[in-house]
T-cell receptor, first 113, second 110 residues
């Protein structure tokens, strides 16, 4: 069964204090790893899809990286508006699993001014 | 270009009732997935529709059913509501391995 574990559960940063969020995954074969941002009471907002180990993608202050067992979301010089829950999800290859996303519980990021 | 839209925004029902939630996918997207997100949890896959048929289903009971229309819009129906069905219900449309989510419907079962 596909599994996704995110750590830490919650993270508090000061504005400008860079850090990383971790997503560990277990999947029979990885089709894609997804990162989403979710604000309270709203739907997840798509950030990145990563497909193979070594791949990196960037968007503004966010950079996502992928290895064979985990992904990191690096946040450089965060601002208060980066405060949100960050969700990681995997999509598996083949069988009956290749259409759904399996999500972790998310990391709640708070950036204080 | 409108993104994924869902209706209603909020809904309050009592135990045993039935509910229908609606979703219109992003323009050009032909595949719709439904997810349930309990408070403090990640979204859980319910099922996915493509070409008006259920293509894959998660671990949800038969009380959860769906439908996709020729214009790719979709409905999620839940029968015999339980207190534990209270959650944010998310619709996602899918194309070229990108899934975009709607704002969700907050269902409260009393």
């Amino acid at each position: 069964e596909d599994q996704v574990t995110q750590s830490p559960e919650a993270l508090r940063l000061q504005e400008g204090e860079s850090s990383s969020l971790n997503c560990s995954y277990t999947v029979s074969g990885l089709r894609g790893l997804f990162w989403y941002r979710q604000d309270p009471g709203k739907g997840p907002e798509f950030l990145f899809t990563l497909y193979s180990a070594g791949e990196e993608k960037e968007k503004e202050r966010l950079k996502a990286t992928l290895t064979k067992k985990e992904s990191f979301l690096h946040i450089t010089a965060p601002k208060p508006e980066d405060s949100a829950t960050y969700l990681c999800a995997v999509q598996a290859v083949g069988g009956g699993s290749n259409y759904k996303l399996t999500f972790g519980k998310g990391t709640l990021l708070t950036v204080n001014p | 270009d409108a993104g994924v839209t869902q209706s209603p925004t909020h809904l309050i029902k009592t135990r045993g009732q039935q509910v229908t939630l609606r979703c219109s996918p992003k323009s050009g997207h032909d595949t719709v997935s439904w997810y349930q997100q309990a408070l403090g949890q990640g979204p859980q896959f319910i099922f996915q529709y493509y070409e008006e048929e259920e293509r894959q289903r998660g671990n949800f009971p038969d009380r959860f059913s769906g439908h996709q229309f020729p214009n790719y819009s979709s409905e999620l129906n839940v029968n015999a509501l339980l207190l534990g069905d209270s959650a944010l219900y998310l619709c996602a449309s899918f194309r070229n391995n990108e899934q975009f989510f709607g704002p969700g419907t907050r269902l409260t079962v009393l």
